[in-house]
């Protein structure tokens, strides 16, 4: 049995090992792949210590250090956590096998809303961004569509406009979801191109983005936009559904926690873009999965209680 089975293997999940495994604890990692948003940085300038770094490269010293104190590491999906008694659960994964632990951490994020269109896919990384606070930079007097129309589309525009870029936003309605204080700001700044009743109809390049095709949602005419990239603003799914029967989630699917990392069940913890913690970057999650591994030792070990659920 292991005494944590952290689930996630992005940036909070994988400080969470480093931490668990330098209190003793005999801890595995469990995610369908390694990096989390992080590998889909092409280029990251804002993490301490690195004064440039792809996100693959970041995140493999993230998995290289937590291997080396001890972490085991294992690839698959979870479908299921099940408390089967007092520091005793088992980790039900989709190929039908299970593991054993006496306390979870979570940290399996949240995954951008996909545009299930052309190119997706091949793009996604090589001009295809869903990070405008981590890509903004390396577009600086080019050209790049923003696609959304609520806070996140808005602000990416802003950001984009500040370094140089030249924007266009793409949003299907006519009538924007964000507040109206930010369409206010938006709409004042120059150089920025609305195109609005228009939805995403694929992505083109060869090596990199060059060309973002568009289709008009009520006569149904295309076109295509010759640019640099384009950012995906559309929001993020949240999937608890392994632990739903057990821990708090809110509306939007994320996991409720306390300020020191404890969920509303004893013995199950999380941290990092599954929670409601605000602003999405790798250094806040890392510091999360850092605090909830100390909370966790804390719980398994009988220390004095901190968090309002850990009591």
Same mark, same amino acid.
């Given at each position: 049995?292991?005494?944590?089975v952290?689930i996630?293997g ?18 595995l990692v ?18 301490p ?14 998995k ?72 903004a930079?390396? +577009? !600086?007097n080019?050209?790049v @569509?923003?696609?959304? /129309?609520?806070?996140? #589309? $808005?602000e990416a525009?802003?950001? =984009? ?10 949003h ?22 609305f195109i ?31 640019l ?18 057990l ?13 020191a990392g ?16 605000? +602003? !999405?970057?790798?250094?806040? @999650?890392?510091?999360e /999965?850092?605090?909830a #591994? $100390?909370?966790?030792?804390?719980? =398994?070990?009988?220390?004095?209680a ?6």
């Amino acid at each position: 049995m292991y005494d944590v089975v952290i689930i996630g293997g992005g940036a909070a999940g994988l400080t969470a090992a480093i931490y668990a495994c330098r209190k003793a604890l005999k801890t595995l990692v469990i995610s369908p792949e390694y990096g989390g948003q992080t590998n889909l940085t092409s280029h990251i300038e804002n993490y301490p210590g690195f004064i440039v770094s792809t996100g693959w490269d970041l995140m493999a010293k993230f998995k290289e250090h937590a291997e080396h104190f001890g972490a085991e590491t294992r690839t698959g999906k979870v479908i299921t956590v099940e408390k089967k008694g007092e520091k005793q659960f088992h980790i039900h994964f989709d190929d039908g096998s299970k593991e054993d632990c006496k306390a979870v951490i979570l940290c399996h994020g949240k995954l951008p809303r996909p545009l299930n269109i052309p190119g997706e896919k091949e793009f996604l990384g090589r001009g295809l961004s869903t990070c405008a606070t981590c890509d903004a930079p390396l +577009y !600086k007097n080019k050209a790049v @569509a923003v696609i959304g /129309g609520g806070n996140a #589309a $808005l602000e990416a525009v802003e950001e =984009l406009q500040h370094v140089g870029a030249k924007v266009t936003l793409v949003h299907r309605r006519d009538q924007f979801r964000a507040d109206e204080i930010t369409v206010k700001k938006v709409k004042a700044l120059e150089g920025v191109t609305f195109i609005l009743n228009h939805a995403p109809v694929a992505i083109k390049g060869d090596k990199y983005v060059t060309c973002f095709e568009i289709e008009d949602v009520n006569t149904k005419q295309k076109q295509e936009l010759k640019l640099d990239g384009v950012f995906s603003e559309i929001g993020h799914v949240a999937d608890s559904t392994m632990v739903k029967d057990l821990c708090k989630l809110n509306p939007a699917g994320e996991v409720i926690v306390d300020d020191a990392g404890n969920t509303s069940c004893p013995g199950i913890f999380a941290a990092g873009d599954i929670t409601p913690v605000k +602003y !999405k970057q790798t250094v806040i @999650a890392a510091g999360e /999965g850092a605090k909830a #591994a $100390l909370e966790c030792h804390r719980w =398994l070990t009988g220390g004095k209680a901190t968090g309002e659920y850990s009591k």
